[in-house]
């Protein structure tokens, strides 16, 4: 745990918050997006706001993969694995997340559905050489840093000469997700984003840069630990202060200005752009979403298996869209902990612990509820 | 009588059946190994002594996958689990009854070293098995074997321990680090290794309770934070006792290695099962007393004082965090599923 715990310090966090608290201009309100659902669970396992001026802001981003993935999607996913009788293999949290039909994966599960939780891709390529019989359908989700192993696993099950092995690629793209929140909503005023820390490993600082140039926004790419997070925050309120709008790396220990030009390669090998791709929140986003190259389409389980997808409305009352794009908080929404809470989660972002509602729920409500 | 090939063999149908199959079993592999006084009467049930004071009862199935484990096996954790459940209540354990589910193929080696680990944890925790019971079920029908064991135990004069005995300002202590038990579970099915293997805290914890409550038997709530963790465990008091907790994070023991497992799996300590430690809530001006006399104890060397409880209607558990800010510990949803990133 040596370099973890060094950046969960006490002391030094206490001494961050004072320079903080000292660096924040009078009657000015910072408001601050953190993209990804990491630092969203690092803010609320840690407690981070309590050492935080109440000037600062920090509105939840949607940077959690299943949040963003429509029903539509995991409706794809059910039908695959309870009419076509696939092994579906995905990751954890994905689970849990509400289909049509008061459906989950679980639910299909329990309804018989073939339906197996793995840690890798490489799980899932364990379980098609071992089933030749039958045809197993890995569903990806989650944004660069979970693409380049799918990438591999689609490589490596072409070398082999894996026949029945498919992937349901729901694969997408961050700085697409910031543009459109910038671009689609309404009312939300934002200062600065602190920008993804795995994701960055992959794809470097530079992306960002349109985001300052184009937009004036500071852009502090932080790492997923709490000083990271403060210290971050730190760099932000200087640039916003000072006036400047610039891509800063906080997180210099594994994200440079390139990023992993290897896990490049072998995303773009496999991969292509989608023309556009519903997310919930933010609608249908063009070039938001990467698909298999046709090279590879016997691996593409939307092809392979002529499922199409069907959009489907959200819940009513749930607001998980607005909360999203930062308009709204977990607890302005009128079914947050009421008829919504982790158990009986109406809206993807109460399923990870990386949705800005399931984090308020589980860490943070002590702060609202009466 | 012939013998059963222990070496070799397997459970057939025939073993739960009722004909000579079957008493050969019971009497080659589990009157052999858990053999006593009342298991040796060889009735239905077990007549036992009058006992004096408050009976207690306490059941539990044990289901655990894989069946053994770095530190036990389903056979002593099937003793200790039921042992501590009675011990819990404020009550020395007497005796045990076991119900085995066999599944067909199961073999007998494993089913004899099984049997063998829960005589030797019963033995040593002085708690007979006086009463059993086997079944067999096809195969595909159970994992190996489950076994269920009930306690009966009695309670000791002029204690009351209860989850809803929790008052505002009584102090929350644990006998030892946390989470031990599901990580060296989790590492053997997940394959991690570590260069100090995590090994499972399976114990029976009365001599403990018992060294407790001669030091001091004000105790409030005594609690093992078995499935679901610490953090199960202190929201069920909290919810019984209609009160809050606030825990102090830097406060809570945890083992270098199983802090690394659960980083590693996205996990929190606090949620995962433990198998040989107690939860003790007391009066806060006895909690100096209660640390000593858990900390004189081989199974509570470690003991630690972890929170307060406090007055709160809502009923919520939070935690001071090591990084001065606070949280929620919240029960978990669902299974303590990995996260993606």
């Not at chain 1, 320079?19 to 201009?25: D, G, L, P, R």
Request: with cysteine; glycine share 10%.
């Amino acid at each position: 745990m040596k370099y973890i715990d060094d950046f969960r310090d006490g002391a030094l966090a206490r001494g961050l918050a004072s320079a903080i608290a000292a660096e924040v201009q009078p009657g000015r309100e910072y408001r601050l997006m953190e993209f990804c659902g990491g630092h969203t669970h690092a803010i609320s396992r840690y407690g981070i706001a309590d050492l935080l001026p109440p000037s600062i802001r920090l509105i939840h981003g949607p940077g959690c993969p299943v949040c963003v993935l429509p029903i539509g999607r995991i409706d794809q996913a059910i039908r695959l694995a309870l009419d076509r009788g696939a092994i579906l293999c995905t990751y954890a949290d994905t689970l849990r997340v509400p289909a049509s039909g008061k459906l989950t994966l679980q639910k299909a599960k329990a309804q018989g559905a073939d339906v197996r939780m793995i840690y890798s891709t490489a799980d899932a390529l364990a379980i098609a050489r071992a089933q030749p019989g039958r045809e197993v359908v890995f569903l990806a989700i989650g944004f660069e840093t979970t693409t380049p192993p799918t990438a591999v696993a689609v490589i490596q099950a072409a070398a082999e000469g894996l026949k029945n092995f498919s992937v349901l690629c729901n694969h997408v793209l961050t700085p697409a997700a910031m543009h459109a929140i910038l671009n689609v909503a309404q009312g939300v005023r934002l200062d600065g984003f602190i920008g993804p820390a795995h994701v960055s490993t992959v794809i470097g600082s530079a992306p960002y840069e349109p985001f300052p140039r184009d937009y004036g926004k500071p852009v502090v790419i932080a790492g997923f630990e709490p000083l990271d997070v403060m210290r971050a925050i730190q760099m932000l309120i200087r640039q916003i202060n000072e006036g400047r709008a610039e891509v800063e790396n906080e997180f210099t220990r594994a994200v440079t200005r390139a990023g992993n030009r290897k896990a490049q390669v072998l995303v773009e090998r496999v991969f292509e752009l989608r023309d556009a791709f519903e997310w919930r929140g933010l609608g249908t986003v063009p070039h938001s979403a990467l698909r298999l190259r046709d090279e590879y389409a016997r691996f593409d389980a939307e092809r392979k298996f002529a499922v199409s997808y069907v959009a489907v409305p959200d819940h009513k009352a749930c607001e998980c869209a607005a909360i999203l794009r930062g308009e709204k908080r977990p607890e302005e929404c009128k079914i947050f902990a009421t008829a919504c809470t982790p158990e009986t989660p109406i809206g993807s972002c109460m399923v990870s612990s990386e949705g800005a509602c399931a984090a308020h729920y589980s860490y943070g409500r002590f702060r609202s509820a009466a | 009588m012939t013998t059963l090939n222990l070496k070799t063999g397997h459970i057939d149908l025939s073993h739960g059946a009722g004909g000579r199959a079957m008493a050969q079993l019971i009497e080659q592999i589990f009157a052999r190994e858990l053999h006593n006084d009342y298991l040796a009467q060889g009735d239905d049930g077990a007549r036992l002594p009058s006992a004096h004071g408050k009976l207690v009862m306490a059941t539990d199935a044990h289901v655990v996958s894989p069946l053994f484990f770095p530190g036990g096996d389903i056979g002593c954790l099937a003793v200790h689990g039921t042992i501590n459940d009675v011990a819990m209540m404020g009550a020395t354990p007497l005796y045990l009854a076991a119900s085995f589910i066999l599944e067909e193929g199961f073999p007998f080696a494993d089913l004899t070293r099984i049997v063998a680990s829960m005589a030797a944890a019963s033995r040593e925790a002085g708690v007979p098995v006086v009463t059993g019971d086997t079944k067999v079920v096809e195969r595909g029908k159970a994992d190996g074997v489950f076994i269920a064991t009930t306690g009966v135990g009695v309670l000791r004069d002029g204690v009351d321990c209860s989850g809803r005995n929790a008052c505002p300002g009584d102090a929350v202590l644990i006998s030892g680090p946390i989470g031990d038990h599901g990580m060296a579970i989790m590492s053997v099915r997940e394959n991690l290794s570590f260069d100090s293997p995590i090994v499972s805290d399976t114990a029976a914890l009365h001599g403990l309770t018992s060294a407790l409550l001669d030091a001091m038997p004000e105790v409030h709530v005594l609690r093992d934070p078995t499935r679901g963790g610490v953090a199960a465990t202190l929201n069920e008091i909290t919810r019984q006792s209609r009160v809050g907790i606030v825990l102090d994070e830097t406060a809570i023991p945890v083992r270098p290695a199983v802090a690394a497992a659960c980083e590693l799996l996205g996990l929190d300590p606090l949620n995962i099962a433990n198998e040989g430690r107690l939860i003790a809530i007391c009066p806060a001006h006895l909690a100096g007393t209660a640390l000593a006399a858990l900390r004189a104890h081989p199974l509570g060397r470690d003991a630690a004082l972890i929170g307060r409880v406090e007055q709160d209607a809502r009923c919520f558990v939070q935690m001071v965090t090591r990084f001065g800010g606070r949280r929620m510990i919240d029960w978990l949803s669902g299974d303590a599923l990995p996260r993606i990133c």
